[in-house]
T-cell receptor, first 114, second 112 residues
Framework: SAVISQKPSRDICQRGTSLTIQCQVDSQVTMMFWYRQQPGQSLTLIAT?????????ESGFVIDKFPISRPNLTFSTLTVSNMSPEDSSIYLC???????????FGQGTRLTVV | GENVEQHPSTLSVQEGDSAVIKCTYS??????FPWYKQELGKRPQLIID?????GEKKDQRIAVTLNKTAKHFSLHITETQPEDSAVYFCAASDTGRRALTFGSGTRLQVQP
């Protein structure tokens, strides 16, 4: 199993600003995932963060808007840049799942952009 | 990439009744199919999963069935209780991205 600590748990931000979300895992993992969950919607993969290489972004998500860092095997950050109200969502980091193992999630960051 | 469709979007049952949620997937290479329960304001929690070499798996009141030929899998909850009320997501492993692709979710309401 994996325990994931994610912070902040929520924030209210002004449009045009940026927010960095941190995710700490209690064990070393090769891949970390960042998902977005818009209000009342499902989880959509933003990007895969690999240690030592550039993150891989899904269609519709770009590095300039969602820069990701992965400095080591237990930590990652996602920045939501130049925010607009449309960025109001829950952002979740995750490990596992793709290789046939259980996926674990951070508690999520509820972002409101005003 | 993988595409997962989930039905129904909402489901209301009486306490004690059974609930069934169905999902289909598109990538025949997908080999892992978990189900997650998400309560309001909380992170998704795994409730049961199945791998492609198994047709059915049961854990107390919860069961999952998988039909690889038809590329669909289903969640069955028997003897539903009010605490089963939540949003349920199916997912499939995407062997290319090595991440999960989620269905659209089912809001289950168990009426006492």
């Amino acid at each position: 199993s994996a325990v994931i600590s994610q912070k902040p748990s929520r924030d209210i931000c002004q449009r045009g600003t940026s927010l960095t979300i941190q995710c700490q895992v209690d064990s070393q993992v090769t891949m970390m995932f960042w998902y977005r969950q818009q209000p009342g919607q499902s989880l959509t993969l933003i990007a895969t963060a690999n240690q030592g290489s550039e993150a891989t972004y899904e269609s519709g998500f770009v590095i300039d808007k969602f820069p990701i860092s992965r400095p080591n095997l237990t930590f990652s950050t996602l920045t939501v840049s130049n925010m607009s109200p449309e960025d109001s969502s829950i952002y979740l980091c995750s490990v596992g799942g793709g290789g046939g193992t259980e996926a674990f999630f951070g508690q999520g960051t509820r972002l409101t952009v005003v | 990439g993988e595409n997962v469709e989930q039905h129904p979007s909402t489901l209301s049952v009486q306490e004690g009744d059974s609930a069934v949620i169905k999902c289909t997937y598109s990538d025949s290479a997908s080999n892992y199919f978990p189900w997650y329960k998400q309560e309001l304001g909380k992170r998704p929690q795994l409730i049961i999963d199945i791998r492609s070499n198994v047709g059915e798996k049961k854990d107390q009141r919860i069961a999952v069935t998988l039909n690889k030929t038809a590329k669909h899998f289903s969640l069955h909850i028997t003897e539903t209780q009010p605490e089963d009320s939540a949003v349920y997501f199916c997912a499939a492993s995407d062997t290319g991205r090595r991440a999960l692709t989620f269905g659209s979710g089912t809001r289950l309401q168990v009426q006492p």
